[in-house]
């Protein structure tokens, strides 16, 4: 009976030795194991979303930069639009001529200002004074319009109607400031 309880003994040892040894392995071993496993899942899913942004980022960006192409193509045509500096001596001429075409009888046609820095331009304004119908004014306004190849701009108008009686067509004065721009 001894021996039977020295050997029951032994077994219980061996089999609190193998639970330990268990133990341990599964604390120290398996459940870091573990837990490094879960943070590496959980920071896939992390570098996922970020790469999910990064790919709507991407094709902001590619939007971005298109729109861009088509803005710089844009200001190319309307710079190709402007006259040269030293052409600025042609646009008076060109206004009265715009001004005749509609029948409008020109009072004066001349610069304002000098000619001015406008960041990477130039601008000049030029005052037009005449007299004419309402058909004629508007004429003038719809050619300088039709003046495609320059760039202008309509700083003020000023528009006076003589109402004198017996007129059925009463006479307008008109005074306009126009700014043009020209590269350097």
Do not use: H
Not at 6 to 22: D, W
Not at 61 to 83: I, S
């Amino acid at each position: 009976m001894e021996i039977k309880q020295r050997l029951q003994k032994i077994n219980l040892l061996a089999s609190v030795g193998v639970i330990v040894a268990l133990a341990g392995t599964a604390l120290f071993g398996v459940k870091p194991l573990f837990a490094a496993g879960a943070k590496s899942i959980n920071d896939a899913a992390g570098y996922r979303a970020q790469i999910d942004q990064l790919n709507i980022l991407t094709l902001k960006v590619a939007r971005a930069q298109e729109d861009q192409k088509k803005r710089d193509a844009r200001l190319k045509e309307v710079e190709a639009r402007l006259p040269s500096i030293a052409a600025v001596n042609q646009f008076v001429p060109e206004l009265a001529r715009v001004a005749e075409a509609a029948g409008l009888q020109v009072d004066n046609v001349a610069p304002v200002k000098e000619v001015k820095d406008a960041g990477d331009y130039k601008l000049m304004t030029v005052n037009v004074t005449g007299r004419g119908d309402f058909d004629t004014c508007y004429k003038f306004l719809t050619g300088l319009r039709a003046d495609n190849r320059k760039l202008t701009r309509l700083d003020s108008i000023s528009l006076d109607v003589d109402q004198e009686k017996g007129l059925d067509r009463p006479v307008c004065r008109l005074s306009v400031d126009i700014s043009t721009f020209m590269v350097r």
